[in-house]
């Protein structure tokens, strides 16, 4: 598709966040909308992340705007043909005394937001899943939290969004952003073509904002952090809510199609993108002590994909300061596919009311880092 002189829109990035935005504002009326993605929709942490979603988490602004996000994708499944959101729940194995009064705590603290998490007994655990118990010695489950398939999920919205009239360039690397005069004024791509921009620039290009906003002097604290990600051979559908070892932080999902997606603790530095087989043994041996199902499953693929973590794990989302029609989404520290739906239609009321809605997404703004305002876990115990 040829890039037009001036656009009204440009979204930087075609993972969840910039799709979502602009789901939102097409379905608004706004036009001229254009995605310019540097490689293939998908291609940055969307494309490998494991499709969990959930409330049932630690913070005030987590909770309020998850809760927020899951009554999004309930609608958007509605919405969308072919986009695909299970409520099937996640639940928390928790293995020590010490994790099963935490998660006490955290259970109680969560009711209180209006996310019905709850302590599960053995029996109740063995009655949702079919699991050798071993040393577990209780677990949360969250009943309000599922599961999205990521590919179906690209596949549908990039459907629902060429109806909208969305123009969608992939290998459509945004080299420059210019600004003067407090606006974002074009964008330059594949190195040479200046782009008009009338309306706004949406920055949702993940762990690459970093770059992007670097390039114009503005700072963001991101870092990257590689997390691994296996995906095996298809089974019967045997486990319907996400699992999570809390100890090891292990986790398996599967999904319609009936792979499993596992995933683990794992860490590599900032920039290794290796392929560890260690990640694969531990990851198989955790998993297989409570799934012995899987003890001699047939890997299909393992890769890695970014977390974009910011110094208090929750995202950046605004106006850049100084600024007016430059706006930001990152740093979603392992929940940006969750957060996307809300994410994305608070970046549609910030470009067309000038603010977001929700009083959390105002604590999510770029400059609390400078003022040392760090969001907190409200929620802590011991
Ligand atoms: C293994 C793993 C498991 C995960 N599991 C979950 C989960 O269960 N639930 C959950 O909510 N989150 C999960 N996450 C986190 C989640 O994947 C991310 O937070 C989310 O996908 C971020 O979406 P995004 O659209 O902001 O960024 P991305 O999906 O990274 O998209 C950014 C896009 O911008 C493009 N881009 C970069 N630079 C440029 C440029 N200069 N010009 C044009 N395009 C550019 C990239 O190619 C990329 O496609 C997981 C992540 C990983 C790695």
């Known amino acids: 598709m040829v890039v037009k002189q001036s656009v009204e829109v440009a979204i930087i990035g075609g993972g969840s966040t910039g ?17 310019f993605e540097g490689r293939y929709l998908g291609f940055g942490s969307t494309g490998r992340c494991a499709g969990g979603v959930r409330a049932s988490f630690a913070s005030d602004v987590h909770v309020k705007l998850m ?3 899951i009554s999004r994708w309930l609608s958007l499944r509605e919405e969308i043909s072919g986009l695909e959101f299970v409520q099937d729940g996640y639940l928390w194995l928790l293995t020590t005394e010490e994790l099963v009064e935490v998660h006490k705590k955290l259970s109680a603290y969560q009711n209180s937001l209006g996310v019905p998490t709850r302590i599960l007994e053995r029996d109740e655990i063995r009655d949702m899943v079919p699991i050798e118990l071993n040393d577990i010695l209780a677990a949360l489950y969250d009943p309000m939290a599922g599961k999205a398939s990521p590919l179906k999920f690209l596949w549908s919205v990039r459907r629902k969004l060429r109806e909208l ?9 945004v080299t420059n952003v210019r600004v003067s005069g407090g606006r974002a004024r074009s964008i330059t791509i594949n190195e040479s073509k200046d782009v008009e921009v009338g309306g706004h620039v949406v920055v949702a290009a993940g762990v690459w904002c970093k770059d ?5 002097g503005v700072k963001i604290p991101l870092k990257k952090d590689p997390h691994h990600l296996l995906v095996t051979e298809k089974y019967v559908q045997f486990i319907k809510p996400l699992v999570i070892h809390k100890e090891t932080g ?25 392929l560890r087989y260690g990640y694969l043994r531990k990851a198989v041996t955790i998993m297989s002590r409570y ?12 890769w890695i994909g970014y977390y974009e973590v910011t110094p208090d794990h929750h995202p950046i989302v605004g106006v850049i300061p100084h600024l007016e029609n430059l706006v930001v989404a990152t740093g979603f520290s ?6 996307a739906p809300i994410i994305g ?10 603010k977001p809605k929700l009083p959390e997404t105002r604590e999510l703004r770029l400059e609390r880092f400078e003022e040392g305002k760090l969001l907190k876990e409200s929620a802590v115990f011991g």
């Open 334 to 339: 392992g929940h940006g596919y969750m957060m």
């Open 212 to 216: 992007i906003l670097e390039r114009i």
């Open 19 to 35: 799709l979502m935005t602009a789901y939102y504002l097409a379905r608004e009326g706004v036009k001229d909308i254009h995605i």
């Open 345 to 354: 239609e608070e970046l549609k009321n910030i470009i067309l009311e000038g």
């Open 250 to 274: 292990s986790y398996i999902v599967q999904h319609e199609t009936g792979s499993l997606l596992i995933g683990t603790e794992f860490p590599v530095p900032e920039e290794d993108t290796t």
């Open 291 to 302: 799934f012995p199902q899987i003890l001699s499953t047939n890997l299909l693929r393992v």
């Open 67 to 69: 809760k927020e996000s």
């Open 165 to 173: 009239g969305v123009a969608i360039h992939e290998y459509t690397p």
